[in-house]
C-alpha cells in the first residue's frame, strides 16, 4: 500500500476507487475474471486516475477588473484567460474556465478530491476554504486549500484533513501540478484564507484566519520557500469571527487589467 499523503490528488481518487472495487466487488471480480482481474484492477485504478490535466502555456497576466469583483488568469495554462470570481473574496470563489465555444465553472468547495471527501464524509460541519495566488513566485496562480470543521460551541474542533498548496497551472477540477502540505500549527477551523503580496516580492503570502475559540480568530502568516509554505506558530493579531475587515474587500490589490484601446 502507498504513502496516501505523497499520492497525487487523482491518484488518490484511483486508489480509493481501486480499494473500493476491492473490498465490494472481489468475489464477482474472483468468480468472473478469475486472474484476470488482477490486470483488471489496476487498470481501472489507473484509468479512474487519469484526470484533467492543465496546459503547458507560459504564464500570463494576472489582474482584477475595475470592480474588484473578479480576478482573470489563465489559471489552466491552455492560453485562455479564466476568472475567479468571489466578490467578497470570502474564501469561496467559483472558477470560470473559458473554452472555445462555452465555459466550464468549478467552486473551490468542490475542489476536495474523492478521497479528502471520504475522510470527512461522517464529521459535520465543515467548510472549505481556498486562497489564490503565486506563492512560489514562478508565475502560475496556485492554490491554498483548506478544510475544517466550524467549532463546537465556544470551543475549537479538531479536524483539519486538507491543509495542502496545489500549485499551478491547476487543472480544470483545480487540482495542481503538484501538492504539498502546508504545515499548520493549529488543527481548528479555517475561516478564511488570504493570498496577499505586501512587499511586492512577486510572491504571495499566506494569511490564514483560524478559530481560537470563544468566537475569535488568530491570523497566521506564512511565506513559501525551498521547505514549502509553513505558517507561524503564533497568530500575529487577532480578529472576530466577522472576519478579515482589516482586508480590503476584492482582488484590486493584485492591480487593475488594462485592456489595449483601438
Ligand atoms: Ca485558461
Ligand atoms: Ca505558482
New binding site residues.
Partial sequence: MPDVSQLRPKEQDGLLSYLLLRQWGRPRLRAVLGAGAALVVPAVWLCLASGPDP?D?RPTVVCSDESGTKLT??????????EIRDPHRSGDATVV??RATTAVEVRVGEARTVWQKARSALVPDTATRGAFGDFDGDGYLDLALFHSRRDVGDSTASHLPVHELRYG?LA?DLSGSRTRHIDVARASFVSDARATDENHDGRAELQVFQSVGDGGLGRYTGRHTEDGLTLGDEPVDYTGTAGPDDLPSGWRDFGICVYPTA
Fill in positions: 496546459g502555456h488568469a489563465d489559471l489552466d495554462a491552455d492560453g485562455r484567460l479564466d474556465f473559458s497551472p480544470r
